[in-house]
């Protein structure tokens, strides 16, 4: 009979399946977390009766907000008329915010889309958060911070992100008043100087519990 070395052993089946248990119970208590912290995003947000007859929240004067493009959609064609890269492939979208002049937040490129969407929401678990983390606003939502004031804009700019060269895909000065918490479609012509079709662009209460927010990105 012949005897196991140590190097014949099983070498600890179990630790194998504890690991995805831990992402699980990782992302359970998360979404626990979001699900279970009160407090609401509209305390002092103004009522605005919409052209469609819905009441919606405006923004509050000296406010923090989250803001991000939850979906971009490109024309299929580029400012000169052209495919997009070229040939067959998408653009490779990505977006730039500017408030005060200043760029406040850039997002993670999608390739080959004309339509291309952002959760707003990511977490970047490491070994030592898997055994339990508090995880804040901040560090959970990935979006521009700007604060509204009267005749306050901010500038997305969409770009089709290319090895050799960034191209313009086009740009949008957007005024703060018209915004309001949620969602806010923009829809834009074709031009020679611009060639987004649509942008949705997600207004946050900054300091909201993570519940509000994630139920404000549905």
Do not use: C
Request: glycine share 8%; no cysteine.
């Amino acid at each position: 009979m012949t005897d196991l070395s140590d190097f014949d052993a099983p070498k600890r089946p179990w630790l194998g399946l504890l690991i995805p248990a831990l992402v699980v119970l990782a992302f359970a208590g998360f979404y626990w977390f979001i699900s279970s912290n009160g407090g609401s995003p509209y305390l002092d947000s103004p009522s605005i009766q919409t052209t469609d007859g819905t009441t919606r929240q405006g923004l509050v004067k000296g406010q923090t907000y989250y803001l991000f493009a939850s979906e971009i959609e490109l024309y299929p064609t580029n400012l000169e008329n052209d495919p997009w890269d070229g040939g067959e492939n998408g653009p490779d979208i990505r977006y730039r915010i500017l408030w005060q002049g200043n760029k406040v937040f850039e997002s993670e490129e999608k390739d080959d889309a004309l339509i291309a969407d952002w959760s707003g929401l990511s977490l970047d678990l490491e070994w030592g958060d898997l055994m339990g983390k508090t995880i804040s606003p901040d560090e959970a939502i990935k979006a521009a911070r700007i604060r509204y004031e009267k005749g306050g804009v901010v500038e997305i700019v969409v770009e089709d992100d290319d090895l050799t060269d960034d191209d313009d895909a086009g740009r949008a000065e957007i005024e703060l008043d018209d915004l309001m918490i949620g969602k806010n479609e923009i829809k834009l012509k074709k031009t020679s100087i611009n060639a987004v079709r649509r942008i949705n662009l997600r207004a946050l209460p900054h300091g909201s519990a993570l519940k509000d927010l994630v139920e404000l990105m549905k």
